[in-house]
């Protein structure tokens, strides 16, 4: 399937540390940043610097090298769902309907439960849910 260049995501950074399988790529955040259609859904917007995970399947890559790493806009959106809206959700959703049925206090306490439990499950399920969202190495800027 061809993707379409503003559906991709670019970062430049570099090569941390390789090994298992896994190269570590720090992000520098640049100008580019700003440019970026996504810039205000990303992450790695957000610090100066951010180390990302890039599984490899053969290192073709060395320690120090700048690279290019890039995401999906697709697995940006599906993030920030993940992160920021199916938990604004819950927590409004429970918060009216627990004020409606117990009350203010029992209200707050119950919906802020339910946003720590729903906290705990992506916790729990982290390693599931990071397939997901995986970087690649960019091959066009090798």
């Known amino acids: 399937m061809q993707r379409n260049q503003d559906d991709i995501v670019r970062h430049t950074g570099i ?3 390789i090994g298992n399988g896994i190269c570590k790529v720090r992000i520098l955040q640049g100008a580019a940043c700003q440019d970026c259609a996504a810039h205000n ?3 790695g917007s957000e610090s100066k610097e951010k180390v990302v995970d ?3 399947d053969e290192p073709r890559v060395e320690v120090g090298q700048t690279v290019v790493v890039e995401a999906t806009l697709r697995q940006g959106l599906h993030a920030v769902s993940v992160c920021y809206i199916f938990p604004l ?3 409004v959703v429970s918060l009216a309907i627990c004020i409606s049925l117990f ?3 029992i209200g707050a306490l119950v919906s802020l439960a339910a946003l720590s439990s729903y906290y705990f499950c992506i916790y729990l399920m982290r390693e599931k849910i ?3 969202f995986r970087f690649r190495i960019s091959d066009t800027y090798l």
């Open 89 to 91: 959700i819950l927590l």
């Open 15 to 17: 090569v941390e540390s």
């Open 103 to 105: 009350g203010e206090e």
């Open 54 to 56: 890039v599984q490899i």
């Open 41 to 43: 859904l990303c992450s």
């Open 130 to 132: 990071g397939r997901k």
